[in-house]
């Protein structure tokens, strides 16, 4: 069990000691609307129309809300359990994966109307978005699926059609990260802690990391630049892996519970949300992190966004305790 985390500023906009906050400042407490029960998923930012588009798994709805000022702007129904979410500015359109029927939906970004559904297989979750082939890749399938093998699926987000699947032999997929100048793709095989490297041009798994200085490996984070991968692991542990060898380098002390993880190359920052906390280190060197600190959220507050060019980390905190479901907005410093 984890052990109980202080509560966060209780009034909107009071800000906690700097020596507490690791770089992170409370700015903004936004209440989600309408009855929210359960765990979020994970955040996309339209800084062109100034929104932010949150995930509530139990809402069964995709919630918008204005990424500046937090004023709620619309509930889009049509999806029932959210995970990962993808916006296309170019198009105007939103990508939400849904797990309950596990299908990929594609919304509308001016009318919020679902305009096509992709079928895939039940728990359709993570994705990740390749901007040369304008493929967007989705892990789905497994043991929600009663298989014991998952997908992940090349969707065409210009046309909406499957272009290829990959199998890979594990019941449970999770976070995945895109080289950009290479085909390389790693994906986190959660049901066997390991990381699988894919080929995205030859659609193949070429090689196969076992984590062993983590379980339940979920988040991940790439330093391309420096040939970096970060895993998160649920019991506590950030691995570092070296991406040209697949060795384990090092694993940090993070808070146990994680679901979210970003490397934000400008600042040097690997920022970790958990159960309860977000946790930021700083890279001095690819084989050196200093740990800034540790900033509470509250109870399974585990996912969050980071949005660099507005200064802005925001986590998804769940109702607990009689308190409502709230998007937390943090300050980066």
Sequence with gaps: ????????????????????????????????????????????????????????????????????????????????????????????????????????????????????????????????????????YIDNGGKDAKQDYSMISVVSTDTGEIVAEIRVESNSLEALALEAGSPRMYVNNRGQNKVEVIDREKRRIIATWPITLGKVNVPMALDEAHHRLFVGCRDGKLVVLNTETGAELQALAITKGTDDMVFDAASKRIYVASDGAADVYEQTDADHYKHLGTVPTGPAAKTARLVPELNRYFVAAPEHDGTKAQVLVFDVQ
Excluded at 50 to 67: M, Q, S
Excluded at 118 to 132: I, N, Q
Aim: charged share 25%; net charge negative.
């Design 1 to 136: 069990m984890r052990a109980l985390i202080p509560a966060v500023v209780a009034l909107t906009g009071m800000l906690m000691p700097w020596s507490a906050v690791a770089q992170l400042k409370l700015v903004q407490k936004i209440e989600v609307p309408g009855n929210v029960p359960g765990h979020f998923d994970h955040f996309a930012a339209d800084l062109k129309h100034d929104r932010l588009f949150v995930t509530p798994e139990g809402g069964r709805c995709l919630e918008v809300l204005n990424i500046r000022t937090g004023e709620h702007i619309r509930t889009v129904r049509g999806v029932e359990e959210p995970h990962a979410v993808f916006y296309r500015d170019d198009l105007n359109r939103i990508y939400v994966t849904d797990g309950e029927d596990g299908s990929l939906r594609i919304i509308d970004g001016e009318s919020y109307e679902v305009i096509r559904t992709v079928k895939l297989r039940p728990d359709a979750d993570s994705a990740a978005w390749d901007p040369v082939t304008r493929f967007l």
